[in-house]
């Protein structure tokens, strides 16, 4: 299994932008797949993007356009630019690792209207 710690997340307005990073505990080179996904309150968790170790990446229609994931092999981090950001978007936000299936602590973000 891989540690993940999540942080960047935080109380902003409808428009603005956040960016998550996820720190890993092993090197990004060993892991096929890092991903996002988000869960609000009484839903199910959801995905919100992913990225391979090729860097291919995949989106949820919902976030196309406004969230960008990378990587920073060279810091085991990856990262999801969020912009534009909609009071939708409000979710505890997980980064997941495809080694051991792993998921991180979460980190809240909270967009007013």
């Known amino acids: 299994q891989v540690q993940l710690v999540e942080s960047g997340g935080g109380l902003v307005q409808a428009g603005e932008s956040l960016r998550l990073s996820c720190a890993a505990s092993?090197?990004?080179?060993?892991?096929?797949?890092m991903g996002w996904y988000r869960q609000a309150p009484g839903k199910q968790r959801e995905l919100v993007a992913t990225i391979t170790r090729g860097d291919s990446t995949n989106y949820a229609d919902s976030v196309k356009g406004r969230f960008t994931i990378s990587k920073d092999n060279a810091k085991n981090t990856v990262y999801l630019q969020m912009n534009s950001l909609k009071p939708e978007d409000t979710a505890v936000y997980y980064c997941w690792a495809s080694s051991g299936s792993s998921w991180g602590q979460g980190t809240q973000v909270t967009v007013s209207p």
């Open positions: 092993r090197s990004l080179f060993i892991i096929n797949t």
